[in-house]
Protein backbone atom coordinates (compact mmCIF):
# COMPACT_ATOMS: atom_id res chain seq x y z
CA UNK A 1 0.00 0.00 0.00
CA UNK A 2 1.17 3.26 -0.93
CA UNK A 3 1.83 6.10 1.52
CA UNK A 4 -0.56 8.25 2.51
CA UNK A 5 0.12 12.31 2.04
CA UNK A 6 0.64 14.31 4.36
CA UNK A 7 -2.78 15.27 5.96
CA UNK A 8 -4.64 18.36 6.52
CA UNK A 9 -5.34 18.68 10.49
CA UNK A 10 -8.09 20.45 12.00
CA UNK A 11 -8.81 21.33 15.62
CA UNK A 12 -12.63 20.09 16.79
CA UNK A 13 -14.39 19.93 20.10
CA UNK A 14 -17.23 17.64 20.18
CA UNK A 15 -19.83 17.37 22.58
CA UNK A 16 -21.34 14.09 23.44
CA UNK A 17 -24.40 12.68 24.27
CA UNK A 18 -26.17 15.58 21.97
CA UNK A 19 -29.95 14.42 20.55
CA UNK A 20 -28.53 14.38 17.12
CA UNK A 21 -25.34 14.65 15.25
CA UNK A 22 -24.84 18.50 14.20
CA UNK A 23 -22.37 21.37 13.58
CA UNK A 24 -22.60 23.61 16.46
CA UNK A 25 -20.49 26.82 15.18
CA UNK A 26 -17.25 27.66 16.36
CA UNK A 27 -15.88 28.13 19.82
CA UNK A 28 -12.63 29.73 20.44
CA UNK A 29 -11.69 28.91 17.41
CA UNK A 30 -12.73 25.59 17.05
CA UNK A 31 -14.89 24.07 15.16
CA UNK A 32 -17.90 22.50 17.50
CA UNK A 33 -19.51 19.29 16.52
CA UNK A 34 -22.36 17.58 18.44
CA UNK A 35 -22.49 14.03 18.34
CA UNK A 36 -25.14 11.70 19.38
CA UNK A 37 -23.19 8.51 20.98
CA UNK A 38 -22.05 8.32 24.32
CA UNK A 39 -18.52 9.00 25.38
CA UNK A 40 -17.61 5.31 26.26
CA UNK A 41 -15.66 2.19 24.41
CA UNK A 42 -14.92 4.50 21.16
CA UNK A 43 -18.75 5.39 20.63
CA UNK A 44 -18.38 8.69 20.21
CA UNK A 45 -15.08 8.56 18.40
CA UNK A 46 -16.83 6.00 15.80
CA UNK A 47 -19.89 8.35 15.27
CA UNK A 48 -17.84 11.72 14.63
CA UNK A 49 -15.76 9.86 11.79
CA UNK A 50 -18.99 8.31 9.83
CA UNK A 51 -20.31 12.16 10.47
CA UNK A 52 -17.73 13.66 9.05
CA UNK A 53 -17.34 11.26 6.28
CA UNK A 54 -21.54 11.59 5.51
CA UNK A 55 -21.18 15.61 6.11
CA UNK A 56 -17.90 15.80 4.06
CA UNK A 57 -18.50 12.67 1.64
CA UNK A 58 -15.17 11.45 2.65
CA UNK A 59 -13.71 8.03 2.94
CA UNK A 60 -14.03 7.11 6.32
CA UNK A 61 -10.49 5.29 6.19
CA UNK A 62 -9.08 8.82 5.12
CA UNK A 63 -10.54 10.70 8.46
CA UNK A 64 -7.89 9.70 11.71
CA UNK A 65 -7.91 11.33 15.02
CA UNK A 66 -4.30 12.26 15.95
CA UNK A 67 -5.04 13.06 19.31
CA UNK A 68 -7.57 13.37 21.70
CA UNK A 69 -8.94 10.04 21.77
CA UNK A 70 -10.13 10.15 25.36
CA UNK A 71 -11.02 13.78 25.64
CA UNK A 72 -13.99 16.74 23.99
CA UNK A 73 -11.06 18.45 22.55
CA UNK A 74 -9.85 16.34 19.42
CA UNK A 75 -7.11 16.88 16.20
CA UNK A 76 -8.31 15.10 13.13
CA UNK A 77 -6.33 14.24 10.03
CA UNK A 78 -8.15 14.69 6.77
CA UNK A 79 -5.71 12.77 3.92
CA UNK A 80 -8.17 13.09 0.79
CA UNK A 81 -9.56 16.34 1.43
CA UNK A 82 -8.22 19.70 1.35
CA UNK A 83 -8.21 22.90 3.82
CA UNK A 84 -10.07 24.69 0.98
CA UNK A 85 -12.05 22.07 0.56
CA UNK A 86 -12.91 21.55 4.25
CA UNK A 87 -13.74 24.94 4.94
CA UNK A 88 -16.02 25.36 2.16
CA UNK A 89 -18.18 22.03 2.96
CA UNK A 90 -18.20 22.98 6.94
CA UNK A 91 -19.22 26.65 5.72
CA UNK A 92 -21.85 25.12 3.18
CA UNK A 93 -23.46 22.95 5.66
CA UNK A 94 -23.62 25.81 8.69
CA UNK A 95 -25.35 28.32 6.46
CA UNK A 96 -27.88 25.57 5.35
CA UNK A 97 -26.42 25.34 1.57
Avoid at 1 to 29: C, D, H, Q, T, W
Amino acid sequence: MPPKESPFKVNLKIIPSARKNELAGYENGLLKLKIAAQPEKGKANKELIDYLSDLLDTPKAEIEICHGHTGRNKVLAFFTLSQADFEAKISAALHGS
